[in-house]
Nanobody, 123 residues
Framework: QVQLVESGGGLVQAGGSLRLSCAAS????????MGWFRQGPGKEREFVAA????????YYAGSVKGRFTISRDNAKNTVYLQMNSLKPEDTAVYYC????????????????WGQGTQVTVSS
């Protein structure tokens, strides 16, 4: 089992920045690829970003590429999502997730999920 706890969400004005953190415990963190997903009001959960176990490979959704950066610190068992130039459409609950093996865009391939952290971007 892997337990994931997100933090760092909040209310920010458009154009602002937030950094989300996801602390992992349980099994060996460095064995898992990590992803960030989000679910806006009335929307399906969608992929945001993913990072390989080593941190050497990253994927981004087109809507956040160039604005968001995913990173990880395996010594601290933590994955981060730096979000810059935030837009009102980024408003959502953000979830981190872990999967054994390589990166993936697909929600169903992730084995473990956090409880989510709310990000609200005002216009």
């Amino acid at each position: 089992q892997v337990q994931l706890v997100e933090s760092g969400g909040g209310l920010v004005q458009a154009g602002g920045s937030l950094r989300l953190s996801c602390a992992a415990s349980g099994r060996t963190f460095s064995n898992y690829a990590m992803g960030w997903f989000r679910q806006g009001p009335g929307k399906e959960r969608e992929f945001v970003a993913a990072i390989s176990w080593s941190g050497g490979t990253t994927y981004y959704a087109g809507s956040v590429k160039g604005r968001f950066t995913i990173s990880r610190d395996n010594a601290k068992n933590t994955v981060y999502l730096q979000m810059n130039s935030l837009k009102p459409e980024d408003t959502a609950v953000y979830y981190c997730a872990a999967k054994w093996g390589g990166n993936s865009y697909y929600t169903h391939e992730y084995n473990y999920w956090g409880q989510g952290t709310q990000v609200t971007v005002s216009s």
